[in-house]
């Protein structure tokens, strides 16, 4: 009995949503230069969101093809959103104009693309609930 009972509970937990993790692929597109670095961060709550500090994981990855991947193993099933840009002249930051426009490559998860200001992070949140695969445009 003893055992059935622990084969109950070890089967509850397991399919438990809190127990589950995925791997999350992320494919980024139209790159257009290939030098310097694209720097992908991936972040899991909107308090910590666009601050690379607080980012849950990241990427750093040469910018070497038109298309570049990276995967995020293991995450646990939740809400998360993607900021991500080609750092051309790899100096660590995004370059802006003196307007404060973006003058490097930037993509934001879900496609959000607006000129005049980068994605909230409702716009920019995505549920992962499974493996998945998303493929992300980079802008310039």
Same mark, same amino acid.
Do not use: V
């Given at each position: 009995m003893k055992s059935f009972l622990l084969l109950i509970f070890f089967t509850i937990v397991s399919l438990s949503?809190?127990?589950?993790?995925? *791997? #999350?692929t992320i494919n980024v597109t139209n790159i257009q230069y290939l030098e310097g670095r694209v720097m992908i961060a991936l972040f899991n709550s909107e308090e910590s969101y666009l *601050? #690379?500090?607080?980012?849950?994981a990241g990427y750093d990855i040469a910018a070497d093809s038109s298309v570049v991947s990276c995967s995020f193993q293991s995450l646990p099933a939740g809400i998360y959103a993607l900021t991500i840009y080609h750092d051309e002249d790899s100096n660590?930051?995004?370059?802006?104009?003196?307007l404060g426009m973006p003058?490097?490559?930037?993509?934001?998860?879900n496609n959000y693309f607006n000129v005049l200001k980068p994605a909230s992070y409702k716009d920019a949140a995505f549920e992962v609930t499974g493996n998945a695969?998303?493929?992300i445009k980079m802008n310039y």
């Open positions: 949503p809190f127990a589950q993790t995925a *791997d #999350l *601050d #690379l500090d607080k980012m849950y660590g930051e995004l370059n802006r104009n003196w003058q490097e490559g930037y993509a934001f998860s695969l998303l493929s």
